[in-house]
């Protein structure tokens, strides 16, 4: 199955609710592939590398959202 590589700027313009389903996707997609690679049936070597780096960016933009919340705040 092939993935939709997320940049930045689209998730940027999710909702909070959006990211949070897309972390758990994405998460359960690495999941499925750590799987994959033990068990030698994945074709595409590098979806792995994208999708940890997909998690990073979501991960990036929450943060990004709640340290500017933060700020908001004080």
Do not use: P
């Not at 590589?5 to 359960?28: F, S």
């Amino acid at each position: 199955h092939t993935m939709a590589v997320l940049k930045a700027k689209e998730l940027r313009d999710l909702t909070e609710d959006e990211l949070r389903i897309q972390l758990e996707e994405k998460t359960v997609a690495l999941r499925t592939l750590r799987f994959q690679m033990i068990t030698g049936s994945v074709e595409n070597v590098r979806a792995m590398r994208n999708t940890r780096r997909e998690i990073a960016r979501i991960k990036t933009v929450i943060r990004g959202r709640e340290i500017a919340a933060q700020k908001k705040a004080q």
